[in-house]
């Protein structure tokens, strides 16, 4: 168990529909990322969180969006979905910069 | 940009004996780090092992050792001993210093053969 909590482990929904990923990090981790990973694209990240300030994006679409808040939990949340968004999305927690990530177990979202 | 490069999609061992994983990857940074991390059935993503780029001696993790080759910009990961347990797929990570940032090659299959 990494401590790094993510839920649900299993989302269908269906297209055109919006949902909320949500991770708890490690306790005392400041800094949240999200990656995604599918069959065609691989492990891709997406978006980096270090005490609930954005930190660095990376192959984030404009509908997706994320937020860290105080209590440093994040949230990805996925609008106007598509069969193309289904994938493993991993939240990852880090104590600081320059320390390895910890993940989560993944959200399986399955777009119908 | 950075890329991380695994050219062996599946690799297949008998256990107890010992397998290598490669791995390079393409920089203009000077300060890095590098991991490889484990993917079983589960899904659960493991940090396997950690390496500095400013650190020339080899990181060593239980059965699990590395070949860090800087100059060579290569990567690779020593399993000794295998286990069954060690069925799964073995990614190889690049993150530049201050970013957190994980770059992923596209991983290795490997299967533990009894």
């Known amino acids: 168990d990494s401590g790094v909590t993510q839920t649900p482990k299993h989302l269908i929904t269906a297209t055109g529909q919006r949902v909320t990923l949500r991770c708890s990090p490690r306790s005392g981790d400041l800094s949240v990322y999200w990656y995604q990973q599918s069959l065609d694209q691989g492990l891709q990240f997406l978006i980096q969180y270090y005490n609930g300030e954005e930190r660095a994006k990376g192959n984030i679409l404009e509908r997706f969006s994320a937020q860290q808040f105080p209590d440093l939990h994040s949230e990805l949340n996925l609008s106007s979905l598509e069969l193309g968004d289904s994938a493993l999305y991993f939240c990852a927690s880090s104590a600081t910069m320059n320390t390895e990530a910890f993940f989560g177990q993944g959200t399986r979202l399955t777009v119908v | 940009a950075q890329t991380v490069t695994q050219s062996q999609p599946e690799m297949s061992v008998q256990e107890a004996e010992t397998v290598t994983l490669s791995c390079t990857y393409d920089t203009s940074e000077s300060n890095y780090y590098l991991f490889w991390y484990k993917q079983p059935p589960s899904r659960q993503m493991i940090l396997v092992i950690r390496q500095e780029a400013y650190k020339q001696q080899n990181a060593t993790e239980n059965r699990f050792s590395v070949n860090f080759q800087k100059a060579a910009k290569s990567f690779s990961l020593k399993i000794s001993d295998s286990q069954l347990g060690d069925t799964a797929m073995y990614f190889c990570?690049?993150?530049?210093?201050?970013?957190?940032?994980?770059?992923f090659g596209t991983g290795t299959l490997l299967a533990v053969q009894p």
């Open positions: 990570a690049f993150m530049k210093t201050a970013t957190n940032k994980l770059i």
